[in-house]
């Protein structure tokens, strides 16, 4: 890929492809309380020293990048675990505020920061986890064919709409409840109007 995207760029045209380009393409922002709170989680748990858990070497705040997906981030943590050789395996942890989703939202985002890893130093990544703020428990998830194809077809469909810089139009739905550009999106209303003009050019 000639450019690179942030991770979370793919985050947010998971969750919704016009508030991605809401936010990549037209340079909207706007916190809410669940933005806030993300944000927070990611800060405390990129904050904390190389150190371990369990026995296992841990490494925050990690830089990552994939030249062939055209992405870029960090990872939040790191784990070094033993792998069955005796070489080390990257099993990459990301925090959530909230709990684990039917959608695989959170799990494409962790796959696309394992296909990093796996880019920057020729490893296989076959595993990773979600730490969910609500429970907090960890959700263990396996980088299968199925995931890795979701990951690489989702990049393709986000670099595609970046390029074209055109802002799809809104589809409301439940997520808009939880959306930040919830303001400057108006869901309901570009429908409303859209509508209304349609009306006017029917005959
Ligand atoms: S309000 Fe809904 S349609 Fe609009 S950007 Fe947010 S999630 Fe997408």
Known sequence: MDRTLPLSALQHYLYCPRQCALIHVEKVWAENRF????????LRADAGAPGRRGGVAQDRAVPLRSDRLGLYGVADVIELRPGPDGSEVPYPVEYKRGGPKIEDWDRE???????????????????????????RRRERVVFDTPLREAVEHHCRELHAMIEAAETPEAVPGKRCRGCSL????MPGAS???????QRGLDP
Do not use: N, S, W
Request: net charge negative; hydrophobic share 40%; aromatic share 6%.
């Open 109 to 135: 985002q962790l796959c696309a920061q394992a296909l990093c890893l796996e880019e920057m130093l020729g490893a296989v990544v076959p595993e990773g986890a979600i730490f969910y703020g609500k429970p």
């Open 191 to 197: 429908r409303r109007v859209e509508t209304y003009l």
């Open 35 to 42: 933005t806030a709170e993300g944000r927070l989680l990611h």
């Open 182 to 185: 919830r303001d400057a999106c």
